[in-house]
């Protein structure tokens, strides 16, 4: 962005921040990762100056200061720009109405099929429990890398949506959060030579990450509290599993989680809005990947101490998602 606040402004600005994200509730929850701003130097870091590992294994981000409590910290942790195509399986989802602007993020399951988050793609209804948008209003980009291609042989017309019957989003609370989009037309052989490829969903319900396993999300999400810009180049970072009953007590949710999410810290690095549907995955080999995940919701100022961030468990899901790409070819 090239912009250099003096400190006096760099400050008051951060005095104001605290006062407001004080009002933060838990119903606020909802959303990224980030390149934030360096407040204690007045500057916007810039993430060229990180090398990116060589292991995707050891994907990861850089904190630049320790949290505080209940807020986002102004000291943050970088995104991690990731070698184009590295992960061909990510799509972005653009809706008419938004200006065909990227609003979340899915995952390509097949050649016409992708799974993404039921909020991304349905609408609470006054007289039922949503409502699901009308899919020609939605375009797929496939094979991307940049977000904002305009090679129109990377975006797909939607045929149809559909969302998981179960789906409810009151307040704080949202269950059963996956739908599946099916394309009009399917992504033809060799997916962009390469550029697109599917994921492997898990063998059975029981395979699921462990607490204290780091896996990988990547998006198109915003990387700063400070305006809603989101990156054009795809970024990625490694989030660290915790157990229900941890996510349960920073969530204050009672005792335990529903079993069909998984929850991650988010003390130094999360997801955020943008990010939204798309993928959390385990590398299991080259260049194969499992999805265990998909983004859900997250603290509203995304990265917060004590606090987490929620994804759908697929392995929960594998009987739903079979019966509706059966239904929906």
Known sequence: ?????????????????LALASNTTESDLLVHWSNEWDVTNAKKVDSTEIPLPSDDNQLGVITRGPPQEAIITYNLRLGINITAHDYPFIVS????GRGGQHFCAGSLLSTVH??????CVASPSANKRFTVKDAR???????????????????FAVKSVHVHEQYVKVNDTIRHDIALLTLEKPVQPPLFGG????????????????????????????TTIFHDELPRLLLGARLQVITDA?????????????????CV?????????????????????????????????????????????????VSQYLPWIKAARARNI
């Not at 209003?137 to 042989?153: K, Q, Y």
């Not at 941890?246 to 998984?262: H, S, V």
């Not at 997801?271 to 959390?280: F, Q, R, V």
């Open 1 to 17: 962005m090239g912009i250099r606040w003096n400190s006096c402004i760099a400050v008051l600005f951060f005095i104001c921040r």
């Open 265 to 313: 810290d988010n003390t130094q690095t999360t997801t955020c809005g943008g990010d939204n549907g798309g993928p959390l995955f385990q590398k299991i080999g080259q260049q194969k990947f499992r999805l265990v995940g998909i983004t859900s919701y997250f603290p509203p100022k995304c990265i917060m101490r004590n606090m987490a961030s929620v994804f759908t468990r």
């Open 137 to 155: 209003t939605f375009e797929v980009g496939v094979g991307l890398h940049d977000r904002n291609s305009s090679d129109r042989r990377h975006w």
């Open 114 to 119: 992708i799974l993404t988050a039921a909020h």
């Open 93 to 96: 989802l653009r809706e008419k």
């Open 246 to 262: 941890e996510c349960a007590k920073r969530l204050k949710k009672g005792k335990t989680m529903p079993p069909e999410i998984i």
């Open 195 to 222: 550029k697109a490829n599917s994921f492997k969903l898990p063998p059975n319900r029981n395979t699921n990450p462990r607490a204290g396993e780091y896996l990988i999300a990547i998006g198109w999400g915003k």
